[in-house]
């Protein structure tokens, strides 16, 4: 199984698209409030190059925004 990590804030839209997304294909994930955290959000900044959420590791690929295609070809889901 994937290690994935969904790097959020409370009040995205997209983040709550995403995590609802892998929820729904039965994907686990660990969710990070980067609002809550500074060494994740700094963590994500540093992986991403980005200051964006959501941005959504899996098995180290960074995928940055809800990119669900890219999530379906990382996860090998059809």
């Known amino acids: 199984m994937a290690r994935v990590t969904v790097y959020s804030t409370p009040t995205c839209p997209w983040c ?17 409030d ?6 994740e959000a700094e963590r994500m900044m540093h992986r991403s190059g980005q200051t964006g959420v959501p941005v959504v590791e899996i098995d180290g690929k960074v995928i940055v925004g809800f990119d669900r295609a890219r999530i379906d070809r990382a ?4």
């Open 16 to 32: 709550n698209a995403a995590k609802r997304y892998l929820r729904q294909r039965g994907v686990p994930f660990r969710d990070v």
């Open 34 to 39: 980067v609002s809550r955290d500074r060494r």
């Open 75 to 78: 996860l090998d889901l059809r």
